[in-house]
């Protein structure tokens, strides 16, 4: 597998570029927006690392430009941990988001954590799998989720929490177990993300984001109808 590792700092890339290597990747190196989305047109890569604040072009319009032409998965680097660039970066539909500085392992453990989610195969067997709720049409064979007919646009990390948690109605599910299914790997601690994709998610949910009850000091539950 290639990964595409985006940073204007070489130190940094070649740190990634080490861990990657070692743990059997192929890597190429950009060192700004512009040559990432360049790289990213002529494809290849299964995965693309990069920071936000660049020369050039930044992550996040660079990150805008590949997913008009690619679903490929991008893991965001920054210096900056604010929710409102968390909250960004996933309406852009990256897949994952860790602040600097970090620690290579994780990142490498992210890296094979977002590779295994998107290359995941879909619902086992030809059943068509779908859940109503109301007027809400949760397809899980199609991955698709409607409500009044209308389709409802979701990240790829929005739909595999709405439908864990849809799969699991009625049920508490801490954040431990959210983390561990939805993500596959630990936050060592850090559960902003959950929250933020929560709140993305009740945003696109509309009114039926009431669905989703938080449980304080628990985690979150989607409630039956």
Do not use: C
């Amino acid at each position: 597998m290639k990964l595409l590792v985006v940073d204007d700092e070489k130190m940094i890339r070649q740190l990634i570029a080490k861990y990657a290597v070692f743990d059997g990747y192929e890597v190429a190196e950009a060192e700004n927006g512009m040559q990432a989305v360049e790289m990213a047109r002529a494809g290849g890569y299964d995965l693309i690392i990069m920071d936000i604040m660049m020369p050039e072009l930044d992550g996040f319009s660079a990150a805008r430009e590949i997913r008009k032409t690619s679903d490929v998965p991008i893991i965001f680097l920054s210096a900056r941990g604010e929710e409102y660039d968390r909250i960004h970066g996933f309406e852009l539909g990256v897949d994952d988001y860790v602040v600097k500085p970090f620690s290579p392992r994780e990142l490498m453990m992210r890296v094979g954590a977002v590779l295994r989610r998107s290359q995941a195969p879909g619902a086992a067997g030809n059943a068509h799998e779908t859940v109503t709720v109301e007027n809400m049409l949760v397809d899980f064979t199609a991955r698709q989720v409607t409500i009044d007919g209308t389709e409802v646009e979701l990240s790829p990390k929005e739909y595999d929490l709405l439908f864990f948690m849809v799969r699991n109605r009625g049920i508490a599910l801490t954040r431990d177990r959210l983390i561990s299914e939805v993500w596959g790997y630990d936050f060592f601690g850090d559960d902003r993300t959950l929250d933020t994709h929560i709140k993305l998610l009740r945003k696109q949910l509309g009114d039926y984001a009431r669905y989703i009850t938080t449980l304080r000091g628990v985690g979150y539950r989607f409630e039956k109808e």
